[in-house]
C-alpha cells in the first residue's frame, strides 16, 4: 500500500466498478428487468469506449465475463434478439 498507492487505488477502483456491475445484474430476479439491465450496462461500456475511458469499460467488460453472470443462457439469448 506504501509502495503503489496509486495502483492500489485504481485497482480498488476497477474492483468496486465491477462488484457494483456484477451485483446489480445478479440481483434481479426478474428475466425482462435483467435484459434491461445487461443491455444498459453494455451501452455505457460502449460509450466509455467513445470517450476513451477505456478503464471503466474494461471494468464493466471483466464483470459481464464474470462465470455467474456468463451462465446467465435466457438473460444472454433474450437479449441478443
Known sequence: DKRAPNIMSITAWFNAVSNWVATGVLGVDELRE???LLEYFIR???EC???NNFATAVAIST???LTPISRLKDTWNVSQR
Open 63 to 65: 464483470a459481464l465475463q
Open 44 to 46: 455505457v461500456a460502449q
Open 49 to 51: 469506449m467513445g470517450l
Open 34 to 36: 435483467r435484459v434491461v
